[in-house]
């Protein structure tokens, strides 16, 4: 059974960082695509970063881009968002999905982070 499970979130002051990562267990995949996903209270998610399986493509939302950077590291099966310069506006929970192939998609439990202002 897949398996993806997030950590890294938490509280942090604006302008500070924070690492998220999304490790998937129970499969190995070898063709994928990975993005990460938000939703703040009272929102709509929100796409804000995708990869490709062999990191030649990234993908970010304007919001974002400049701030965050998305990686993955093949060998250990696992994803990472490097988020900084954080705003309020940042504050939501944070889901990765794994897209193995077309109509096939997993999702992670999600991870809050939280800004100060």
């Known amino acids: 059974q897949v398996q993806l499970v997030e950590s890294g979130g938490g509280l942090v002051q604006a302008g500070g960082s924070l690492r998220l990562s999304c490790k998937a267990s129970?499969?190995?995949?070898?063709?994928?695509?990975v993005a990460w996903y938000r939703q703040a209270p009272g929102k709509d998610g929100e796409f804000v970063a995708a990869?490709?399986?062999?990191?030649?493509?990234?993908y970010y939302a304007d919001s974002v881009k400049g701030r965050f950077t998305i990686s993955r590291d093949k060998a250990m099966n696992t994803a990472y968002l490097q988020m900084n310069s954080l705003e309020p506006e940042d504050t939501a929970v944070y889901y990765c999905?794994?897209?193995?192939?077309?109509?096939?998609?997993?999702w992670g439990q999600g991870t809050q982070v939280t800004v100060s202002s």
């Open positions: 999905k794994y897209v193995v192939a077309q109509g096939v998609s997993y």
């Open positions: 129970g499969h190995t995949f070898s063709n994928y695509v």
């Open positions: 990869i490709n399986w062999n990191g030649a493509n990234t």
